[in-house]
C-alpha cells in the first residue's frame, strides 16, 4: 500500500519561510511526476507546483519566484521549499504522486498558516 506523509506545515509571518516534505512509503516505482496542491478554505484545489520524471518544473504563477520543488530520488521524498510567504498562501497543502500515468496518490496534507 502507497502511503505519502507530509510535514513541514505550521504558522508563520508574513515574509516567512516554510520547507515542506512529503514522504512516500509502500511500493511506488515508475514514478512520473510528483506535485504540490493545496486548497484555501472555500476554495477549489490549485496544483502549486510540480516536477516530472525528468526533472522539469511547473509552477502556479502565484508561486514563481518564491517556491521551490525539489526531490530526493533515491527516496522518492517530495520538498517544497517556500519563502515570502503571503496570508494569500494559508491552505492545506498536500503532496501527489502520480505513477505509470495511471494511478494517482495523496497525502492527508499539512496545514500553513501565514498570518501576524
Known amino acids: 500500500q502507497v502511503q505519502l506523509v507530509e510535514s513541514g506545515g505550521g504558522l508563520v509571518q508574513p515574509g516567512g519561510s516554510l520547507r515542506l516534505s512529503c514522504a512516500t512509503s509502500g511500493s511506488i516505482s515508475s514514478i512520473n511526476a510528483m506535485a504540490w496542491y493545496r486548497q484555501a478554505s472555500g476554495k477549489e484545489r490549485e496544483l502549486v507546483a510540480l516536477?516530472?520524471?525528468?526533472?522539469?518544473?511547473t509552477y502556479a504563477d502565484s508561486a514563481k519566484g518564491r517556491f521551490t520543488i525539489s526531490r530526493d530520488t533515491t527516496k522518492n521524498t517530495l520538498f517544497l521549499q517556500m519563502n515570502s510567504l503571503k496570508p494569500e498562501d494559508t491552505a492545506v497543502y498536500s503532496c501527489?504522486?502520480?505513477?505509470?500515468?495511471?494511478?494517482?496518490?495523496w497525502g492527508q496534507g499539512t496545514q500553513v498558516t501565514v498570518s501576524s
Open positions: 516536477i516530472r520524471i525528468g526533472g522539469s518544473t
Open positions: 501527489y504522486v502520480q505513477v505509470l500515468m495511471k494511478f494517482h496518490y
